[in-house]
């Protein structure tokens, strides 16, 4: 399967702690993308990255939370000292930089996190 | 500021009966528009997208959607429901040129009875 991948795919932590959270994208896509689905809702924009530089942060994401993406290729997100509000599924995206035209995101299956 | 509306949380249609999934948008720009769809424990799909061409897309699963800007309208139709359209519809605006950022209605639930 050549597409988006996501681990794990469900996590369940007691408030507090710390989750980490992994991205595995198209192989040629340039730009990674996360977002945050909560029941009922559409995905909210996260952050970006184009390579490894991370190119835009949502005011939703807070001091607790940070995404990497060290070598240009798979992403980290990492959420610390969680709260319950933090429960979600995380989605991840991602898609080539084109200079024109739509760059269609392709969307991972994402972890769902469940914050006891 | 960009925003989409969709206009029905749920809709149940018969198999086999037309398909209409609303969406209205708000935006400063020219607009590009898509709906997405997400079956359950399986990642979001593009089923088409509006991007100033044709008003009238095409897309995958015999659904389309017209452009309707003197409406504000983004509306998805199919002919005809198959059981496995079942599934969560999001109706998504992003920025002309700024295709990183893209804004998304809360969701239509269709539920496709046989």
């Known amino acids: 399967d050549t597409g988006v991948s996501q681990n794990p795919r469900h996590k369940i932590t007691k408030r507090g702690q710390n989750v980490t959270f992994r991205c595995d994208p198209i192989?040629?896509?340039?730009?990674l993308y996360w977002y945050r689905q909560t029941l009922g809702q559409g995905p909210e924009f996260l952050t970006y990255?184009?390579?490894?530089?991370?190119?835009?942060k949502s005011r939703l994401l807070s001091d607790r939370f940070s995404a990497e993406r060290p070598k240009g290729s798979f992403s980290t997100l990492e959420i610390q000292r969680t709260e319950q509000g933090d429960s979600a599924m995380y989605l991840c995206?991602?898609?080539?930089?084109?200079?024109?035209?739509?760059?269609?995101?392709?969307f991972g299956p994402g972890t769902r996190l469940t914050v006891l | 500021a960009q925003s989409v509306t969709q206009l029905d949380s749920h809709v149940s249609v018969s198999e086999g009966t037309p398909v209409l999934l609303r969406c209205n948008y708000s935006s400063s720009y020219s607009p590009s528009l898509f709906w997405y769809v997400q079956h359950p424990n399986k990642g979001l799909q593009l089923l088409l997208k509006?991007?100033?061409?044709a008003t009238l897309v095409k897309g995958i699963n015999g659904f389309e959607a017209e452009f309707k800007k003197s409406e504000t309208s983004f509306h998805l139709t199919k002919p005809s429901a198959h059981m496995s359209d079942a599934a969560e519809y999001f109706c998504?605006?992003?920025?002309?040129?700024?295709?990183?950022?893209?804004?998304w209605g809360l969701g239509t639930s269709l539920a496709v009875n046989p």
């Open positions: 998504v605006v992003s920025l002309a040129g700024n295709n990183r950022k893209l804004i």
């Open positions: 990255f184009q390579n490894e530089a991370q190119l835009e």
């Open positions: 995206a991602s898609s080539l930089a084109l200079t024109s035209g739509y760059n269609e995101q392709f």
């Open positions: 192989s040629e896509h340039n730009r």
């Open positions: 509006y991007t100033s061409a």
